[in-house]
């Protein structure tokens, strides 16, 4: 099992708010990256840090974090955002990588 | 155009070695350090392994210590991922991958991808 926990699955309807969370003890201590996955496709970045997305992702994705917990937001979610995605960050020793589980994201 | 492209997935069986490769262009690989992540079918990512941009540092996850060794040729530009005593459980999609950051304390960040190599161990 990951250090870090996500929901397997969360939905949420066309144009609407969707907060995706990652939890683990570690995150008290590092800071994580969120990273977009569509079927047959590598993985993509697109939030890292506190709260800092790469050029080219758009503006509707954001982290946060509080305590044991980061969170990535889409707000205003789009039919291309349905896809798999995955936090990232140190294990508990702060000498490995470990992802979460991956959370599945369907936009109804 | 930065690129990373995996190459040497194979059929192997169990107990045998395969040896993958990474080539990289389109930026200065010897000032980064890489990863190796992969993806079993139809589950998540899992951290591999890693290299300093010296070589002088790696690092292994847990599943793959003792079996797998990670090293690179930077006159080269290439990333290896030598496996050795491969298991069923091994079967998976590997990809290499960049290890960014925005300055020497973070944060750091996986920012580019290769496109992955599926290795698949079965008799």
């Known amino acids: 099992s990951s250090e870090l926990t996500q929901d397997p699955a969360v939905s949420v309807a066309l144009g609407q708010t969707v907060r995706i969370t990652c939890q683990g003890d570690s995150l008290r201590r590092y800071d994580a990256s969120w990273y977009q996955q569509k079927p047959g496709q590598a993985p993509v970045l697109v939030v890292y840090g506190k709260n800092n997305r790469p050029s080219g992702i758009p503006d509707r994705f954001s982290g946060s974090s509080s305590g044991n917990t980061v969170s990535l937001t889409i707000t205003g979610a789009q039919a291309e955002d349905e896809a798999d995605y995955y936090c990232e960050s140190r294990d508990s020793s702060g000498n490995l990588l470990v992802f979460g589980g991956g959370t599945k994201l369907t936009v109804l | 155009e930065v690129q990373l492209v995996e190459s040497g997935g194979d059929l192997v069986q169990p107990g045998g070695s395969l040896r993958l490769s990474c080539a990289a262009s389109g930026f200065t690989f010897s000032s980064y350090w890489m990863h190796w992540v992969r993806q079993a079918p139809g589950k998540g990512l899992v951290w591999v392994s890693l290299?300093?941009?010296?070589?002088?540092?790696?690092k292994y996850a847990d599943s793959v210590k003792g079996r797998f060794t990670i090293s690179r040729d930077n006159a080269k530009n290439t990333l290896y991922l030598q496996m050795n005593s491969l298991r069923v459980e091994d079967t998976a999609v590997y990809y290499c991958?960049?290890?960014?950051?925005?300055?020497?304390?973070?944060?750091?960040?996986?920012?580019?991808w290769g496109q992955g190599s599926l290795v698949t161990v079965s008799s």
């Open positions: 991958a960049r290890r960014g950051s925005r300055g020497s304390d973070g944060p750091f960040y996986f920012d580019q």
């Open positions: 290299i300093s941009s010296d070589g002088s540092t790696t």
